[in-house]
């Protein structure tokens, strides 16, 4: 059996707007039934611990719905800290997006050893949206960005000018060109169209609609 560690941010506002934050619940929901369906056990853990802030609840959505009505979503209610996590003890780690990961994921030491050791001991990485936020950063024993040459996507300026996601006011930065600038070699497709992109153990999806398809491409690398 496989286990996943879903580390999802804390943050309820951003920019200087106070724009609402949190994780895209759907971008929980969809990779969640992926991986039980598999069989995969998950786990929450949250920047501070307890009930981590969401956006984007839409229950007409039937996963996210179920979701709600899931005893997942009763856990995620009560994440665990990240700090009290052995995260050795998982198979994969999967980052959610939500803008709050723009806030409290980009700098955070805690985070960037996480990740550091996770692929240096070739678990699976998974990220989506804004959850790339979280890959920004991390250097690795040898020195240098683990973005480096790797094939990466995330949200793009794109999708953030059609949301009206403006800088400074919403977002800190533009995720694409700041990934970009870390060396990530950048691919995406059109907005809000679902895009995912492997390298080696890292696995990247564009969009709230590329949430699904970041689980079932983490589960071809855990089941191979």
């Given at each position: 059996?496989?286990?996943?560690?879903?580390?999802?941010?804390?943050?309820?506002?951003?920019?200087?707007?106070?724009?609402?934050?949190?994780?895209?619940?759907?971008?929980?929901?969809?990779?969640?039934?992926?991986?039980?369906?598999?069989?995969?056990?998950?786990?929450?853990?949250?920047?501070?611990?307890?009930?981590?802030?969401?956006?984007?609840?839409?229950?007409?959505?039937?996963?996210?719905?179920?979701?709600?009505?899931?005893?997942?979503?009763?856990?995620?209610?009560?994440?665990?800290?990240?700090?009290?996590?052995?995260?050795?003890?998982?198979?994969?780690?999967f980052f959610p997006g939500g803008l709050g990961l723009m806030a409290?994921?980009?700098?955070?030491?805690?985070?960037?050893?996480?990740?550091?050791?996770?692929?240096?001991?070739?678990?699976?990485?998974?990220?989506?949206?804004?959850?790339?936020?979280?890959?920004?950063?991390?250097?690795?024993?040898?020195?240098?960005?683990?973005?480096?040459g790797k094939k990466i996507n995330s949200f793009t300026k794109a999708?953030?000018?059609?949301?009206?996601?403006?800088?400074?006011?919403?977002?800190?930065?533009?995720?694409?060109?700041?990934?970009?600038?870390?060396?990530?070699?950048?691919?995406?497709?059109?907005?809000?169209?679902?895009?995912?992109?492997?390298?080696?153990?890292?696995?990247?999806?564009?969009?709230?609609?590329?949430?699904?398809?970041?689980?079932?491409?983490?589960?071809?690398?855990?089941?191979?």
């Open positions: 059996m496989k286990h996943i560690l879903f580390v999802v941010t804390s943050t309820s506002m951003t920019g200087a707007g106070k724009h609402p934050a949190g994780y895209e619940f759907s971008e929980i929901a969809d990779p969640y039934f992926e991986f039980i369906n598999k069989g995969f056990t998950i786990d929450f853990a949250s920047i501070l611990g307890g009930t981590p802030p969401y956006v984007g609840y839409n229950s007409s959505e039937n996963t996210s719905k179920n979701f709600m009505e899931s005893n997942g979503f009763k856990r995620l209610k009560f994440s665990y800290e990240l700090s009290n996590v052995d995260t050795s003890a998982y198979d994969a780690i409290d994921m980009v700098h955070n030491p805690l985070v960037k050893k996480i990740i550091k050791e996770a692929y240096e001991n070739e678990k699976v990485i998974g990220a989506v949206c804004h959850g790339p936020s979280a890959l920004l950063n991390v250097i690795l024993s040898d020195g240098t960005n683990l973005l480096k999708e953030e000018d059609i949301d009206n996601h403006f800088l400074g006011d919403v977002i800190p930065f533009m995720l694409d060109e700041e990934l970009i600038n870390q060396g990530a070699l950048f691919s995406h497709t059109k907005p809000f169209e679902s895009y995912v992109v492997n390298d080696g153990n890292i696995v990247t999806g564009q969009n709230p609609a590329s949430a699904s398809g970041v689980a079932l491409n983490m589960i071809d690398l855990l089941e191979h």
